[in-house]
């Protein structure tokens, strides 16, 4: 049974830069679109998901490399740490646990990304900045 999300995009999300906004962007919206699947579209609709947040991570990492980002280490294992919990949501789903890949995205997720977003994509679209990207 699909559960609403309360997490909408704002300004408020915006880390002023271009590139990690749009990517946040359309993670919120995979996201809310995820979390109210029924539970026939789940599957398809959380790969999509997690697809994009790979993706996601992996243009971050490309961005603080090329901007020197002397945090890149830490950033980086968050994104693998990040990358090793969907391989297991994503395991559990294609054996049926509907309900941990639901919850994942109504209660994991969501603080993560805003937690996230916060600290981490703060700081680093910050330095890019001050690089002049």
Request: glycine share 6%; proline share 5%.
């Amino acid at each position: 049974m699909p559960t609403r999300l309360s997490l909408t995009w704002n300004e408020s999300m915006e880390v002023g830069n271009a590139i990690i906004d749009s990517d946040h962007k359309e993670t919120v919206a995979l996201l809310v679109e995820a979390a109210d699947a029924d539970d026939a579209e789940l599957p398809a609709l959380f790969a999509r998901f997690a697809e994009h947040l790979r993706d996601h991570l992996a243009r971050e990492e490309e961005l603080m490399l090329a901007f020197g980002f002397p945090p890149y280490p830490v950033h980086f294992n968050e994104h693998e740490r990040v990358r090793r919990e969907l391989d297991g949501i994503e395991e559990r789903l294609a054996r049926g646990n509907l309900a941990l890949a639901r919850g994942y995205l109504t209660e994991v997720v969501p603080d993560w990304f805003i937690n996230h977003k916060n600290t981490m994509d703060s700081a680093t679209a910050a330095w890019i900045r001050r690089q002049g990207g």
